[in-house]
Each structure stands twice: as C-alpha cells, then as structure tokens.
C-alpha cells in the first residue's frame, strides 16, 4: 500500500479563494518533504522542501506567499494555495523518504487542482 | 543550476528493446534515478545509477558515465502496459532527498 498519502486527491475551488493539499507519510517520519508541480505533459518541478519545525526553502521562482507549506508534524505536510487563479491549475504531488537512499523516496498520489 | 534533457517521445513494438536517453548539465548532484509515471499517477521508481555502470532489475536496466554526463534506461520485452512517461532525475545535494526531474518521454509500445 501507499507509504505517502496525499489528500484530496481532486478538487475544484473558485478564483480566489484558497485550497489546502495534504501530504503525509503513513509509516515513517519524515523532517523534509517535497513538493512538486507537474503542468499536463511536463515534467515535475520542485516548488518547495518542507521543513519540520521551521520554514519552507522555496525555489527560485516560487512565491512563497502563495504557496503557504506548514510542516507542523513529522508524518505531516501542507500546501496550502491562496488566491488561487486558473493558471494554478496542476498536478501537485509530494515526496518523502524515510532516509537518504534514492530508492525509499515515495511519492503521494498526487493532487489535481482545477480553478475555475 | 542543474537541467536534464530526454528525448520527447519514443515509440516502440510489443517485445522490442528501448533506449531512453538522458544528458544532463549540472554540478553537485549524487546519482541518476529512473521514474515511470502513466496518466494522472504518481511517478514509479524503477532504477538507480550512483556510480558508472549498468544497473538490472528485471526487464529494466540503467546505465550512468558520469565522465560524459549521460545516462540511459533500457526496457526489455516491451509490453503494452509500458506505454507511459519515464523520467530521469538527478540527485541533488543537501538531504533529504531532493530530485531534479528530467523533460520527460513519452513511450508508445504498439502491438
């Protein structure tokens, strides 16, 4: 079964308002996640590593103030998308792992976002 | 900063062997991995080069030269159910697990 789980794994949200993704890891801890947008036919872009217990690191590019991440727990990461607008209509998907070996790093089942 | 290029799509038949290429350009990065995404899921791993050479595993393969900045997933007796997109990543440093994905390609297997 899934080790990361993400949720919802659809949604549908206005232009404007705001929409929250969850990220969780179902048997491990986790101090870094990863969050990843994917556009139809493209390729995964790091947006962000969630840290526990402090703030995101965002890449360059990536509004921060947009693209709210809390990692409040060890097993839990949030994206949360404010103001959302039609562009930010995507694919997201998070990652975690529960060590630094390339082959344990999990991928969510991904999280479609459609802003109308 | 660190890009990774694949060739857009590849079409191949039922049975045959494949080569996915991947070039890359970048500094600080620790290994090349192969992912598999079909439509809307989320991506598989398949396979990790941390040194040159070839890696098995099962009808996949990969394979990393370093020295040239290159590396290739190879699938054996394609099957219909391959058709998806593979990406290679690569490693970056500072922990946790922190990947840079390549462009993508985007497999046909047809009968």
């Known amino acids: 079964g899934a080790v990361v789980s993400q949720h919802p794994s659809r949604v549908i949200c206005k232009s404007g308002t705001s929409v929250k993704i969850e990220c969780r890891s179902l048997d491990f801890q986790a101090t870094t996640m990863f969050w990843y947008r994917q556009f139809p036919k493209q390729s995964l872009m790091l947006m962000a590593t969630s840290n526990e217990g402090s703030k995101a690191t965002y890449e360059q590019g990536v509004e921060k103030d947009k693209f709210l991440i809390n990692h409040a727990s060890l097993t839990l990461s949030t994206l949360t998308v404010t103001s959302a607008h039609p562009e930010d209509s995507s694919f997201y998907i998070c990652?975690?792992?529960?060590?630094?070996?390339?082959?344990?790093?999990?991928f969510g089942e991904g999280s479609w976002l459609t802003v109308v | 900063g660190q890009s990774l290029e694949q060739p857009s799509e590849v079409t191949a038949v039922e049975g045959a062997i494949v080569q996915i290429n991947c070039t890359y350009q970048?500094?600080?990065?620790?290994?090349l991995s192969w992912y598999q995404q079909h439509d809307g899921g989320a991506p598989t791993f398949l396979s990790y080069n941390a040194l040159d050479g070839l890696e098995e595993t099962g009808r996949f393969s990969s394979f990393l030269s370093r020295s040239d900045s290159y590396g290739y997933l190879l699938l054996q007796e394609l099957q219909m159910k391959d058709s998806a997109s593979y990406f290679c990543?690569?490693?970056?440093?500072?922990?946790?697990?922190?990947?840079?994905f390549g462009t993508g390609t985007q497999l046909k297997v047809e009968l």
């Open positions: 990652s975690a792992s529960p060590g630094q070996v390339v082959n344990t790093i999990y």
């Open positions: 970048t500094s600080g990065f620790y290994g």
């Open positions: 990543a690569g490693k970056v440093g500072g922990g946790g697990n922190k990947l840079t």
